[in-house]
């Protein structure tokens, strides 16, 4: 079955970088919209950035604008969130998302991994 795995959370203090990865498996890779959103305690999952299916284009939440950059591997199947000058609220667990292209019904979510940015 379907399967997006990421990787790359932890613990980073303000100002620090860390990047996430997120591998899928078992889907046609360059069919689908790969996203990241993420999920603070006490607040709704939001999105964070967005890549298209062939990564001509993206777009970013007003908050990480600037400070994050979303890139994709279609040859590793794998979608990338860098993410630097991280900021105390940026702290959320962060979770891949990839939606087919066309039938925009069709998503899979990844388990989440964790970011805190904390000194």
């Known amino acids: 079955q379907v399967q997006l795995v990421e990787s790359g959370g932890g613990l980073v203090q303000p100002g620090g970088s860390l990047r996430l990865s997120c591998a899928a498996s078992?889907?046609?890779?360059?069919?689908?919209?790969m996203s990241w959103y993420r999920q603070a305690p006490g607040k709704e999952r939001e999105l964070v950035a967005s890549?298209?299916?062939?990564?001509?284009?993206?777009n970013y939440a007003d908050s990480v604008e600037g400070r994050f950059t979303i890139s994709r591997d279609d040859a590793r199947n794998t979608v990338y969130l860098q993410m630097n000058s991280l900021k105390s609220e940026d702290t959320a667990v962060y979770y891949c998302?990839?939606?087919?292209?066309?039938?925009?019904?069709?998503?899979?979510w990844g388990q989440g991994t964790q970011v805190t940015v904390s000194s």
């Open positions: 998302n990839a939606r087919n292209r066309i039938w925009r019904q069709i998503e899979y």
């Open positions: 078992a889907l046609t890779f360059s069919w689908y919209t």
């Open positions: 890549i298209n299916s062939n990564g001509g284009s993206t």
